[in-house]
Structures are given as C-alpha cells and as structure tokens.
C-alpha cells in the first residue's frame, strides 16, 4: 500500500498522559497536514509542513500539541498531558503542490484518540 | 485563507432520486474544487474534482459544476443507492497553494431503501 500511513490506529490513554502519532505520507509527496474530527464534524485544520518547514499552525491549537517533520517525510504530533477534549480522529494526509492544477489530498485512515 | 460554505448540512433522498450538494467559496482566484466521501469511521477519499477551465465533469452517476462567476460548485448524484449514504465534504484550495486547506462542514447524506 503506497498511501498516506498513520500509526497507531487507536490509541487509549489516561488523562495527562502524552501521546504522539506518526504519519508517512504518500512519498515524494512534498505537502503534510494534520487535522482534527470529532463525530458529527469535518476534518478542522491543525497544521501543515511543506518538506520539513511547518507552515502554518491553527490559532486553535493549543501548546500541548507539536508537530515535526524533521527530515520532510514522516511527521509526528504529540499530545502533551491528554484532556478529555482531546478525544477524537487525528488525521493526516499529504499532497504533491502543483500550482497550477491543483492541489489533491490525500488522507491517511486515521488515529482514533481516547482519553479516559 | 479561504472561506467554504456547505449546504444543506443533512439530505435523505429516496433511493433511486437525485441528491445536490452545494458550496460556496470566498477566494475569487481558487481553481481547484475537490469532492470528498466519508463513510462512518473511514477516511475522506476523493471522489471528484474539477479544475477553474472547465464548467462540469462527470464520472457515471456523480457530476460537479462550478459557476466561477457566482462563487460555487456542486456535486450531484443521480440515481442514488444505499451505498451513497455517507458525508460529503467539499474544499476550495486557495490559488498558489501557499495557504492551508480547510473543508465544508459536511452534508450527511442518507439514502432511503
């Protein structure tokens, strides 16, 4: 499978507890996002890198939450000391930056997030 | 960054009947128009796109039309079956790339046996 790969699947973890997902995109792809979704609503951006520069960071995010793509391939995204509110799908996905045609995401399946 | 409207928010069609799907858009320069379906549980994957130079684009029972003019695009699917039932998510790339991409808010689309 050459798609965009997230690891793990699933993940529990106790409040206050650190947590980090990693991504591999699709190769040579050169763009990475991470966003969020919650049941019932779309993805809701988190942050992106195009290769290893983090480009953008939502307002929303919180400091617990970092992000890496440090040889601008896989990328990680750490939780530091877990909420309850942070229950939910993180979702990565990568795209080719073409300027002109367009600009195609691809997801990865998702890291299900359950604090207890 | 871009602003993206999606509406309606729910649509239950009888099977067999066409369901539309719209979206508005705020960047005047974007020209690339995704389509994602999610099913419960899985992730978004693409179902069609349509770039800026052309009006439609069909691909069996699921089309999109995009009026530049007017700022919007729409997915339609004819015919539907229970398979179709899923949320749909649609996205406006800003031009040039250099901006993040953010996504409707979904339609839940249910399909009525």
């Known amino acids: 499978d050459t798609g965009v790969s997230q690891n793990p699947r699933h993940k529990i973890t106790k409040r206050g507890q650190n947590v980090t997902f990693r991504c591999d995109p699709i190769?040579?792809?050169?763009?990475l996002y991470w966003y969020r979704q919650t049941l019932g609503q779309g993805p809701e951006f988190l942050t992106y890198f195009q290769n290893e520069a983090q480009l953008e960071k939502s307002r929303l995010l919180s400091d617990r939450f970092s992000a890496e793509r440090p040889k601008g391939s896989f990328s990680t995204l750490e939780i530091q000391r877990t909420e309850q509110g942070d229950s939910a799908m993180y979702l990565c996905?990568?795209?080719?930056?073409?300027?002109?045609?367009?600009?195609?995401?691809?997801f990865g399946e998702g890291s299900w997030l359950t604090v207890v | 960054g871009e602003n993206v409207e999606q509406h309606p928010s729910t649509l239950s069609v009888q099977e067999g009947d066409s369901a539309v799907i719209k979206c508005t858009y705020s960047d005047s320069a974007s020209n690339y128009f995704p389509w994602y379906k999610q099913e419960l549980g899985k992730r978004p994957q693409l179902i069609i796109d349509i770039r800026s130079n052309v009006g439609e684009k069909k691909d069996q029972r699921i089309a999109v039309t995009l009026n530049k003019t007017a700022k919007h695009f729409s997915l339609h699917i004819t015919e539907t079956q229970p398979e179709d039932s899923a949320v749909y998510f649609c996205?406006?790339?800003?031009?040039?790339?250099?901006?993040?991409?953010?996504f409707g808010i979904g339609t839940k689309l249910q399909v009525i046996p």
């Open positions: 190769s040579e792809h050169n763009r």
């Open positions: 996905a990568s795209s080719s930056i073409q300027l002109t045609s367009g600009n195609t995401i691809y």
């Open positions: 996205a406006a790339p800003p031009a040039g790339g250099y901006q993040k991409v953010t």
